[in-house]
């Protein structure tokens, strides 16, 4: 597990800088108990095979043979199936052999994204190094640069395996006119490399996205700045990249972190939580 560790509040108070930039999808599927694009410009996911299930607070788990499929039509925006960004925030139940997380072929081959024991590769071009243990939420971004033809993927924020796809292997079929992703679901063709899991969040862009951008996506930025009355301070970061994180807070480094017990309200497109500082001095951390 990865966490973003934010020095003294009380030290920074007023120092800190402004958050990141929101970086807009084309399409967002937040699954807040719906499969709907919350832009408004996309079509709706698709349950693969058979529906899933909803979770409290956002979320949708899978079972192992099924999963969500997304047909992308190029009248939506300015969407095109060889020039994109795809983020995608998620957890597997199983992490050994392959276990498959995107398709770009309507499930006609076994190319695409794929966690192998854990690591990040796209099959059969590129392998990872990080490990994403079973049960352990992660953001896996993919960009695919049409003028290019080169492929990037990352894991949470840091860039995990490229190259030139000179064979259109991470180009989605158009099928009717739309481009079609498929997640978490396997191939027709050999199938069975698939898990159980939960996604709480997708993200569809119709360009590829910077690494600064991917960065601002995939790792929230903590920010401080002084509270609404003296001894309080206003904590923020972007929902657009803190789904699935838990803030903690800590007065002595040497102790263990904790949950904060305050409940963050959504201000626009930030989390803000008010807490009061009360000790000399308090650490904060985003973590999943």
Same mark, same amino acid.
């Given at each position: 597990?990865?966490?973003?560790?934010?020095?003294?509040?009380?030290?920074?108070?007023?120092?800190?800088?402004?958050?990141?930039?929101?970086?807009?999808?084309?399409?967002?599927?937040?699954?807040?108990?719906?499969?709907?694009?919350?832009?408004?410009?996309?079509?709706?996911?698709?349950?693969?095979?058979?529906?899933?299930?909803?979770?409290?607070?956002?979320?949708?788990?899978?079972?192992?043979?099924?999963?969500?499929?997304?047909?992308?039509?190029?009248?939506?925006?300015?969407?095109?199936?060889?020039?994109?960004?795809?983020?995608?925030?998620?957890?597997?139940?199983?992490?050994?052999? !392959?276990?498959?997380?995107?398709?770009?072929?309507?499930?006609?081959?076994?190319?695409?994204?794929?966690?192998?024991?854990?690591?990040?590769? /796209?099959?059969?071009?590129?392998?990872?190094?990080?490990?994403?243990?079973?049960?352990?939420?992660?953001?896996?971004?993919?960009?695919?640069?049409?003028?290019?033809?080169?492929?990037?993927?990352?894991?949470?924020?840091?860039?995990?395996?490229?190259?030139?796809?000179?064979?259109?292997?991470?180009?989605?079929?158009?099928?009717?006119?739309?481009?079609?992703?498929? /997640?978490?679901?396997?191939?027709?063709? /050999?199938?069975?490399?698939?898990?159980?899991?939960?996604?709480?969040?997708?993200?569809?862009?119709?360009?590829?996205?910077?690494?600064?951008?991917?960065?601002?996506?995939?790792?929230?930025?903590?920010?401080?700045?002084?509270?609404?009355?003296?001894?309080?301070?206003?904590?923020?970061?972007?929902?657009?990249?803190?789904?699935?994180?838990?803030?903690?807070?800590?007065?002595?480094?040497?102790?263990?972190?904790?949950?904060?017990?305050?409940?963050?309200?959504?201000?626009?497109?930030? !989390?803000?939580?008010?807490?009061?500082?009360?000790?000399?001095?308090?650490?904060?951390?985003?973590?999943?």
């Amino acid at each position: 597990m990865k966490a973003w560790l934010l020095l003294s509040a009380v030290a920074l108070l007023g120092s800190m800088g402004a958050l990141r930039a929101e970086v807009p999808p084309l399409f967002s599927y937040e699954l807040q108990g719906n499969l709907t694009d919350t832009t408004g410009a996309g079509a709706d996911l698709v349950p693969d095979v058979a529906a899933g299930t909803f979770v409290a607070g956002g979320g949708y788990d899978f079972e192992v043979g099924t999963g969500l499929a997304l047909n992308a039509p190029a009248s939506a925006g300015t969407f095109d199936g060889g020039n994109y960004s795809i983020v995608l925030h998620c957890r597997l139940d199983f992490d050994s052999g !392959y276990r498959r997380l995107i398709d770009f072929k309507n499930l006609t081959t076994d190319d695409g994204v794929y966690y192998e024991n854990g690591v990040l590769v /796209f099959y059969p071009v590129a392998t990872g190094t990080g490990v994403v243990p079973a049960g352990s939420f992660a953001t896996v971004a993919l960009t695919r640069d049409g003028s290019t033809g080169e492929v990037k993927v990352y894991l949470n924020g840091s860039l995990e395996l490229s190259f030139e796809d000179t064979g259109g292997i991470a180009v989605a079929d158009a099928v009717l006119g739309s481009s079609v992703f498929h /997640f978490f679901k396997d191939d027709a063709a /050999f199938g069975g490399e698939e898990s159980s899991g939960r996604v709480r969040q997708i993200q569809i862009f119709d360009r590829p996205l910077t690494p600064a951008e991917v960065v601002a996506v995939s790792v929230p930025a903590l920010t401080v700045s002084a509270g609404p009355v003296a001894g309080e301070a206003t904590l923020r970061w972007p929902v657009q990249s803190g789904v699935g994180f838990q803030l903690e807070r800590n007065d002595n480094l040497l102790d263990a972190w904790t949950p904060d017990p305050g409940t963050p309200s959504l201000v626009g497109s930030n !989390y803000e939580l008010v807490t009061p500082l009360d000790t000399p001095r308090r650490f904060f951390r985003l973590r999943r």
